[in-house]
């Protein structure tokens, strides 16, 4: 199957933007989704689609795509952006999932 | 509101079997694509499986490390999602979340999450 790359770890100073990037063939055909997971939590859906929000995600958090890359891109990130976050999409033999990226707000 | 509740996890030796539930609230169940996520500790998701509605035909599909140990149901009339996993393996730890998938001809989205359940595979 095939695989999602992502950086271990960005940071970013609060207020600014930041973008969360994500590597892997399967994205020349399909977009990605992206999830926040916080410590002891859940992950949460913030963008899935060409670049769709569901409800009660902030309009700070969008989506891109170009080639074989996805991006989440964060402007004006804020303490509670902190989180690990993940992209996925499908692929040829199922779903696969990226690495994922730790956010640290500084 | 969209609940997902877990329920079934705990300690299992290798070699063993567990049954983990999912009980559905807040939406149309037997409409739903459900699936299952899992989490080892420390570590990134990983896709287990998917079950499609009835009436989209009810098939499962699952990913290489589970396929043919591991078993997706559903029972519609108690809005419950089952995952039957058979010979566990330590490699199998994690936390298990049990999602509503929606799938398209471009992207697979998990647009609800449980809060988890925790097996463990440990002699």
């Known amino acids: 199957s095939s695989e999602l790359t992502q950086d271990p770890a960005v940071s970013v100073a609060l207020g600014q933007t930041v973008r969360i990037t994500c590597q892997g063939d399967?994205?020349?055909?399909?977009?990605a989704s992206w999830y926040q997971q916080k410590p002891g939590q859940a992950p949460v859906l913030v963008i899935y689609?060409?670049?769709n929000r569901p409800s009660g995600i902030p309009d700070r958090f969008s989506g891109s795509s170009s080639g074989n890359t996805a991006s989440l891109t964060i402007t004006g990130a804020q303490a509670e952006d902190e989180a690990d976050y993940y992209c996925?999409?499908?692929?040829?033999?199922?779903?696969?999932f990226g690495g994922g990226t730790k956010l640290t707000v500084l | 509101e969209v609940q997902l509740v877990e329920s079934g996890g705990g300690l299992v030796k290798p070699g063993g079997s567990l049954r983990l539930s999912c009980a559905a609230s807040?939406?149309?169940?037997?409409?739903?694509?459900m699936s299952w996520v899992r989490q080892a500790p420390g570590k990134g998701l990983e896709w287990v499986g998917r079950?499609?509605?009835?009436?989209?035909?009810?098939?499962?599909d699952y990913a290489a490390p589970v396929k043919g140990r591991f078993t997706i149901s559903r029972d519609d009339s108690k809005n419950t999602l089952y995952l039957q996993m058979n010979s566990l393996k330590t490699e199998d730890t994690a936390v298990y979340y049990c999602?509503?998938?929606?799938?398209?001809?471009?992207?697979?989205?998990?647009?609800?999450w449980g809060q988890g359940t925790l097996v463990t595979v440990s002699s």
């Open positions: 399967s994205l020349r055909s399909y977009y």
């Open positions: 807040g939406f149309t169940f037997s409409n739903a694509w």
């Open positions: 689609g060409k670049n």
């Open positions: 079950i499609k509605s009835k009436t989209d035909g009810g098939t499962t």
């Open positions: 999602t509503v998938v929606e799938y398209s001809s471009s992207s697979v989205d998990f647009d609800y």
């Open positions: 996925n999409s499908r692929d040829s033999s199922g779903v696969v």
